[in-house]
């Protein structure tokens, strides 16, 4: 019998900024947050040049990560057996530049040297999380030696993938069964530990990570063989079938954290004066805010806001997982000489994917009239 204990840590720290060599002053433009960011936005000739910041550069992000694994092997006659558990905790703390700094566009450069944009675009809000995942797993396996000819590979593996939540409850998602036409806060949910300052009075909590139920079924059977059908080397066949579960990671939550009330990204298409281009948005310090569908409620009423883009998480999601099998047949001609033909295949089930929610289900259609 051997037992093996791992503890392990690593973290990784970034750290990238603006040096910001020219300010907005200084070239005569203004933008309603030029007091927390002085330089100059992303000025782009497309197809030509650039002049300025990236549109998202400025990050700040530590990430530790704690592990624990104990691993059993124990042989007892023809069976060789292997136990395991693993945990994980996972810390990542990151404050983004989302767009803070503006983008202006141009089509020429002939529209650049007399100052006409034809785009811009600018963002703002609570740009900083701290999320927080838990991962669990534990197997079982048995390399079986059912004869000289054959040996078996069975194994069970049992995971538990932790979806993020934020220390502060900063997650919010649309969710489309809630919503309802003219009616705010129009499907836009936030998550259930979020703070005091951070809550908006008619604004529903689900659940610390927005889903609704979490993912507690995954069981993931692996089999394989290595069969000798007339003993010796000269003739092998070996197959194998498994599933492997894909951990979503932080991605999802990542690309939300630009949602309302958190957040507002803003365009403006021909702003017409190079010396005010940017849209003008809340300050940081104004967010959150109650997202408001434009639109006329149950009564009447004309609803007025900015209009929303928003990366809404399925509340539903569930844990991927790739299905691997494989079969291979391998024959000793001589003793510096071996054939092996193969398949190798697999599955992808419950894979990511991005759909575009269709307007005309959220909004009726406008009515004609005679």
């Known amino acids: 019998m051997v037992n093996k204990a791992r503890v392990g840590f690593t973290r990784v720290y970034a750290d990238f900024s603006e040096a910001e060599p020219i300010s ?14 002085p330089g100059i936005p992303s000025i782009q000739v497309l197809g030509q040049f650039r002049v300025g910041p990236l549109p998202i550069f400025d990050v700040l992000t530590g990430i ?12 007892r006659g023809r069976h060789t057996l292997k136990f395991g558990v693993e ?6 703390n990151f404050n983004v530049d989302f767009f803070q700094r503006g983008v202006v566009l141009f089509l020429s450069f002939d529209d650049f040297l007399k100052g006409n944009p034809f785009l811009s675009v600018a963002g703002s809000g609570i740009l900083n999380r701290n999320f927080r995942n838990f991962d669990a797993a534990g197997y079982v396996q048995d390399d079986f030696k059912v004869s000289p000819k054959l040996t078996l590979n069975l194994g069970l593996r049992y995971k538990i993938d932790g979806p993020p939540s934020d220390t502060e409850g900063r997650l919010a998602t649309f969710d489309p069964q809630r ?7 129009n499907g836009f949910v936030l998550a259930g530990n979020v703070a005091p300052q ?12 927005l889903l609704k139920t ?22 092998v066949v070996r197959g194998g079938y498994g599933i492997f579960y894909s951990r979503i990671s932080n991605e999802a939550a990542v690309f939300s954290f630009t949602n309302p009330p958190f957040a507002e990204l803003g365009t403006s298409f021909f702003p017409g004066s190079f010396s005010d281009p940017l849209p003008h948005l809340p300050l940081p310090s104004q967010f959150p805010i109650a997202p408001v569908i434009p639109g006329i409620n149950a ?50 089930v419950k894979l990511l994917r991005r759909v575009g929610i269709a307007q005309s289900l959220l909004a009726p259609m406008p009515s004609a009239t005679s």
Do not use: C, M
């Open 24 to 37: 907005l002053v200084s070239v005569g433009i203004t933008r309603f947050n030029q007091a927390q960011f």
């Open 198 to 209: 951070f809550r908006i009075p008619g604004v529903p909590l689900v659940s610390n990570t």
């Open 87 to 92: 945990f994980k905790r996972e810390q990542e």
């Open 64 to 75: 530790n990560n704690n592990q624990y694994s104990d691993t059993l092997s124990y042989t």
């Open 179 to 185: 919503y309802q036409v003219g009616n705010p806060p």
């Open 299 to 348: 009564s009447g009423t004309a609803l007025t806001g900015a209009p929303i883009s928003a990366f809404a998480i399925d509340p539903n999601l569930e844990t991927p997982y790739i299905e691997q099998y494989n079969l291979t047949i391998q024959h000793e001609f001589s003793k510096d000489f071996v054939l092996e033909v193969g398949y190798v295949g697999s599955h992808g």
């Open 214 to 235: 979490s993912d507690y079924n995954n069981l993931a059977p692996r089999v394989g063989f290595a069969y000798k059908p007339f003993g010796g080397h000269a003739l």
